[in-house]
């Protein structure tokens, strides 16, 4: 089976890389694409797995400039783009970190619709898939910061981490801004997306996409080396650090 990965993060990459294989032996994934021009140019038969959003652009511009006849499954860390992925040939929506389990039931279903006559998802069934994603997931995905006289927004998706200093919650940007927040770390952690987020002690909440390095250290415990860095060593104590591989591998 051919399969092309559209994909702008080199770890949600390595992740399908291993799990495929161990799923279906014959996958051979043909190619790895990060930008929507790229795409564009690359559609041949087999099936895609597209992140929605990419390093130039957002995924559906790729389906307005050209026609997709090959399955899709999308793979994103939210879930408000489900309904319009399912009108554009998608046959699942896999919530990041991707399971192993949803990877598998993905790929069944293309191999049901793959010998039938049917390549679009029944009616129903994005009924009951939109449901589920809608009721699962529903994570702050913006915030409109106090700043002097103004409101800045910015994005959850460019916080790198979000750190307690001098008893205030401060978020800093993969640009090396700093804002400070209303909200309290704990507040924050329920409201970001654990998918995306992780609470790595009381002082921490780090981006999965901001951990470049992961070392052992003393008594057990993980020291998270993150870009950008921050002042302060980021560590996991012994008794999470079971449960943060975990998180990491998905």
């Given at each position: 089976?051919?399969?092309?990965?559209i994909e702008?993060?080199?770890r949600a990459?390595?992740?399908?890389?291993?799990?495929?294989?161990?799923?279906i032996?014959?996958a051979?994934?043909v190619?790895?694409?990060?930008?929507?021009?790229?795409?564009?140019?690359w559609?041949?038969?087999?099936?895609i797995f597209?992140?929605i959003?990419?390093?130039?652009?957002?995924?559906?511009?790729?389906?307005?400039?050209?026609?997709?006849?090959?399955?899709?499954?999308f793979?994103?860390?939210?879930?408000?783009?489900?309904?319009k992925?399912f009108e554009?040939?998608?046959?699942?929506?896999?919530?990041k970190?991707?399971?192993?389990?949803?990877?598998q039931?993905?790929l069944?279903?293309?191999?049901?619709?793959?010998?039938?006559?049917q390549?679009?998802?029944?009616?129903q069934q994005l009924q009951?898939i939109?449901?589920?994603?809608t009721?699962?997931?529903?994570?702050?995905?913006?915030?409109?910061?106090?700043?002097?006289?103004?409101?800045i927004?910015?994005?959850?998706?460019d916080?790198?981490?979000?750190?307690?200093?001098?008893g205030?919650?401060r978020?800093?940007?993969f640009?090396?801004?700093?804002?400070?927040?209303?909200?309290?770390?704990?507040?924050?952690t329920?409201?970001?997306?654990?998918?995306?987020f992780?609470?790595?002690?009381?002082q921490?909440?780090?981006?999965?996409?901001?951990?470049?390095?992961?070392?052992?250290?003393?008594?057990?415990?993980?020291?998270?080396?993150?870009s950008p860095n921050?002042?302060?060593?980021?560590?996991?104590?012994?008794?999470k650090?079971g449960?943060f591989?975990e998180w990491?591998v998905?």
């Open positions: 089976m051919n399969i092309a990965i702008d993060e080199e990459v390595h992740q399908l890389k291993s799990l495929l294989p161990e799923i032996p014959a051979n994934v190619a790895v694409m990060d930008t929507v021009e790229d795409s564009v140019s559609m041949r038969q087999g099936i597209l992140d959003h990419l390093a130039d652009g957002a995924c559906f511009s790729i389906f307005e400039q050209c026609k997709v006849d090959v399955p899709v499954i793979t994103t860390a939210y879930d408000q783009y489900a309904i992925a554009v040939n998608s046959i699942d929506y896999l919530l970190p991707v399971r192993k389990e949803r990877l039931q993905a069944d279903k293309f191999q049901r619709l793959n010998t039938s006559s390549r679009a998802v029944p009616k009951l939109t449901r589920e994603i009721k699962a997931t529903s994570y702050k995905r913006h915030f409109l910061i106090p700043y002097k006289d103004r409101l927004p910015v994005s959850a998706d916080f790198a981490f979000f750190e307690i200093k001098g205030v919650v978020g800093i940007t640009d090396k801004k700093y804002w400070l927040l209303e909200e309290n770390l704990d507040e924050l329920d409201e970001l997306c654990p998918g995306a992780y609470r790595a002690n009381r921490f909440l780090v981006s999965r996409r901001a951990i470049k390095e992961i070392e052992y250290y003393f008594n057990g415990r993980f020291c998270l080396h993150l921050p002042e302060e060593p980021v560590l996991v104590s012994k008794a650090a449960k591989k990491m998905g």
